[in-house]
C-alpha cells in the first residue's frame, strides 16, 4: 500500500500506545510534512490515574519534549497511516481526541 503525502496534516496529534508489564502513552504533534516524512513534536503526557488501581487513562499535554522527523508508513491492518516513533517499538497513529487507556506495574 502506497502512503500519500496527504496522509496527515499539519497540526494533528498521533497517538503510540506500548509497554511490556504496562501500558505507556506517546503524543506527538506533526509540524511539518515533506514527502514521506513528517517533522513530529513529542508533547508531554498527562495521566490520570484511577484511585490506587494502576490504570489510568492518557491525554497530550502542552510542553514539546523533542522533535523529530521520521517516515509515513502504512498500517500492516490496512488501517491508514503511521509512523515509527522509536528505533524497535511505538507505532503512532492518529488520536481520536478520547483519553487512552494506560497501566503500571509497581
Given at each position: 500500500m502506497e502512503v500519500s503525502k496527504e496522509a496527515f496534516s499539519v497540526g494533528?496529534?498521533?497517538c503510540a500506545t506500548?509497554?511490556?508489564?504496562?501500558?505507556n502513552a506517546t503524543f506527538a504533534k506533526v509540524e511539518?510534512?515533506?514527502g514521506k516524512f513528517?517533522?513530529?513534536a513529542e508533547v508531554n503526557t498527562v495521566n490520570e490515574w484511577v484511585?490506587?488501581?494502576m490504570t489510568g487513562k492518557a491525554k497530550p499535554g502542552e510542553k514539546v519534549v523533542k522533535?523529530?522527523?521520521r517516515k509515513v508508513i502504512p498500517s500492516s491492518y490496512g488501517d491508514g497511516?503511521?509512523?515509527k516513533l522509536f528505533e524497535?517499538?511505538?507505532?503512532a497513529k492518529r488520536w481520536n481526541g478520547q483519553p487512552v487507556s494506560v497501566s503500571c506495574y509497581a
Open positions: 494533528e496529534m498521533l506500548w509497554g511490556y508489564d504496562q501500558t511539518k510534512i515533506a513528517v517533522q513530529l484511585g490506587n488501581s522533535r523529530y522527523r497511516p503511521m509512523v524497535s517499538y511505538g507505532y
